[in-house]
Nanobody, 118 residues
Framework: QVQLVESEGGSVQSGGSLNLSCAASGFVFRPVPITWYRQAPGKEREVVAE??????????NYAEFAKGRFTVSRDDNKRMAYLQMNNLKPEDAATYYC?????????WGKGTLVTISS
């Protein structure tokens, strides 16, 4: 079955960096866009960034808050997606999810918690 497994998050100091990964299995990974979302306590889940297949030539899309600080990437051969987060701010604290839209269904990882310490 479809599985998306995020790497462990963690606590990072404000201004620090963290790289999240997402391991995918159970579906043909290459053509499927991978989207990273996040959800902070008391807030709605929001898109962070999306990356299409490397062979598509399409540039990744980022939420405004992520531009210039976050980089999304993928390795289709390894069936992995990544979210490199730099210059983290307190407002980046959230549970981060990777997601794949396959046909009419959207699949989610269980999420990984990122906390920011000042």
């Amino acid at each position: 079955q479809v599985q998306l497994v995020e790497s462990e998050g963690g606590s990072v100091q404000s201004g620090g960096s963290l790289n999240l990964s997402c391991a995918a299995s159970g579906f043909v990974f290459r053509p499927v866009p991978i989207t990273w979302y996040r959800q902070a306590p008391g807030k709605e889940r929001e898109v962070v960034a999306e990356v299409e297949s490397g062979s598509s030539g399409a540039r990744p899309n980022y939420a405004e808050f992520a531009k210039g600080r976050f980089t999304v990437s993928r390795d289709d051969n390894k069936r992995m997606a990544y979210l490199q987060m730099n210059n983290l701010k307190p407002e980046d604290a959230a549970t981060y999810y990777c997601s794949a839209q396959i046909g009419s269904r959207q699949f989610w990882g269980k999420g990984t918690l990122v906390t920011i310490s000042s």
